[in-house]
């Protein structure tokens, strides 16, 4: 597979953008949703910041307060047993089983614009934040899908009751409305088609299971956007392979003659994060036709192994330009890369079912 990293890469790095909170430091602008509008690539950037603590015994972590709007800092000890702290991405707590009790940063999106698709201006101002219960612990990983003029937006919602999926639209990048939660926890990886297919919307998601199952694929329809139903099970993990740990949707799927190309990604139980591929039927998406046998991009480059957390290349969106798939994407959850690829090297890399 012929892969085109740009030279520039990575294309936007937290250096790049000023803290919108006092006190804090961008830590991270990646996996991006990437939208096409008034003839310029809008990268929806996750952007994640964190408190700056001066003890190094203490870990300072981020949640919204619903009251005030601002952000409130709970201070938590290094030493507490009831904690672990191991994971850069979260404070677990040993005595819930685990679970997620506190996220180290929080995330918003902010938008960065760009006429080449290479150089990007990013907006000084947060274009979703956190505004409610679920959003506590932050928004994140956003996808677009453009239907008509209108632009829908969902992202991961953050907080102590669960990670969710909620959704906005918009026509100009500006006004937003904002739609409620489309998917309840454990969700996450939400992509939805750019047109019905048979007279209905289809959705693929990624629900996280607590008590069975292995986080994976699923697809649901609806005739609205927003209620979503008969859920099937789409894609599973393979063992021994990339994609062995855990899947969830990329990218806006693209159709093509030969079906709906789907990018996901897909990471191992250390969490190696790769993209790969999958071909599903025009007419009935729930029908897997190909799969990518190795990934169509894994973490190679330095920008890609080394960071915040490293070894990660994550897409949330790409530009189709005939052959050409643009694809931006996530590196080691720090920065924003861009890789091209062939459209037909991608489909010919696939086995059939
Ligand atoms: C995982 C990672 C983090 C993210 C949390 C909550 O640990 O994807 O980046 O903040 O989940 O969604």
Not at 118 to 130: G, L, M, Q, S, V
Not at 148 to 158: A, H, K, L, P, T
Not at 163 to 171: A, C, F, K, L
Not at 342 to 351: A, G, N
Request: charged share 25%; aromatic share 12%; net charge negative.
């Amino acid at each position: 597979m012929n892969i085109y990293r740009y030279e520039e890469n990575p294309i936007i790095t937290p250096a790049d953008i000023q803290p919108y909170h006092k006190g804090f430091q961008v830590i991270g602008a990646f996996n991006a949703g990437v939208a096409e509008y008034n003839g310029e690539t809008l990268l929806l950037l996750r952007v994640a910041e964190q408190p700056i603590s001066d003890d190094p015994n203490k870990v300072l972590a981020p949640v919204y307060n619903t009251g005030t709007g601002k952000i409130d800092l709970v201070e938590l000890d290094r030493k507490d047993e009831r904690y672990d702290f191991s994971d850069p991405r979260v404070v677990r707590d040993v005595t819930q089983n685990a679970t997620f009790a506190y996220l180290t940063s929080i995330s918003y999106v902010r938008i960065a614009r760009s006429k080449d698709g290479h150089r990007f201006t990013i907006d000084n101002e947060p274009f979703i934040y956190p505004s409610n219960e679920q959003e506590i612990f932050g928004v994140e990983d956003p996808r677009v899908t453009q239907i008509g003029e209108d632009y829908y937006i969902y992202f991961s919602v953050v907080s102590p009751k669960g990670i969710g999926e909620s959704m906005v639209s918009t026509r100009d990048f500006s006004n937003v409305t904002h739609h409620g939660m489309i998917f309840s926890p454990d969700n996450k990886d939400v992509l939805i088609f750019p047109e019905k297919i048979g007279g209905k919307y289809y959705a693929l998601h990624r629900p996280t299971m607590k008590s069975i199952g292995t986080p994976e694929i699923w697809i649901a329809e609806s005739d609205n956007l927003l209620y979503w139903g008969n859920h099937k099970h789409l894609l599973g993990l393979r063992q021994g392979m990339w994609d062995s740990g855990r899947i969830g949707g990329g990218a806006v799927p693209i159709k093509t003659d030969k079906g709906w190309l789907e990018l996901y990604h897909g990471a191992t139980m250390e969490h190696r994060y790769c993209m790969g591929a999958v071909l599903l039927d025009l007419e009935h998406p729930e029908k897997v036709i190909a799969r990518s046998a190795a990934p169509v991009l894994e973490p190679e480059a330095d920008y890609e192994k080394k960071g915040f957390f490293g070894d990660v290349v994550f897409s949330c969106g790409v530009v189709v330009d005939g052959d050409i798939v643009r694809m931006y994407y996530g590196v080691a959850d720090t920065s924003m890369a861009c890789a091209e690829l062939s459209l037909q090297e991608i489909l010919d890399s696939l086995v059939y079912e």
